[in-house]
Nanobody
Framework: QVDLVESGGGLVQPGGSLSLSCAAS????????MGWYRQAPGKERELVAT???????NYAESVKGRFTISRDTAKNTVYLQMNSLKPEDTAVYYC????????????????WGQGTQVTVSS
């Protein structure tokens, strides 16, 4: 069993920045990858970014050049630095952890954080 605790989120103006963090605890030996999903009302869940235990990263095309995912392996914590935020980035952001395949697919075996609201509005 893995617990993921998210922090960050909030209200920011377009063009602004925000950072999120997610700390994992429990059976962390089972975690080989972590990432961030987001979901807006009426929209499909979208995989935003992933990072493996080895440090390889991937990003959705919509956030490339604006968002950066990083991790502190010793603390089992993943971060998401969001810059140049746009109104379309508004969503609930969820931390994810598990095997690489489980994280990428959001399938059974993936663990989820509680979600944190990010609102980009003037």
């Amino acid at each position: 069993q893995v617990d993921l605790v998210e922090s960050g989120g909030g209200l920011v103006q377009p063009g602004g920045s925000l950072s999120l963090s997610c700390a994992a605890s429990g059976s962390i030996f089972s975690i080989n990858a972590m990432g961030w999903y987001r979901q807006a009302p009426g929209k499909e869940r979208e995989l935003v970014a992933t990072i493996t235990k080895g440090g390889s990263t991937n990003y959705a095309e919509s956030v490339k050049g604006r968002f950066t995912i990083s991790r502190d392996t010793a603390k089992n914590t993943v971060y998401l630095q969001m810059n140049s935020l746009k109104p379309e980035d508004t969503a609930v952001y969820y931390c994810a952890a598990g095997s690489w395949r489980a994280v990428v697919l959001g399938s059974e075996g993936n663990y989820w954080g509680q979600g944190t609201q990010v609102t980009v509005s003037s």
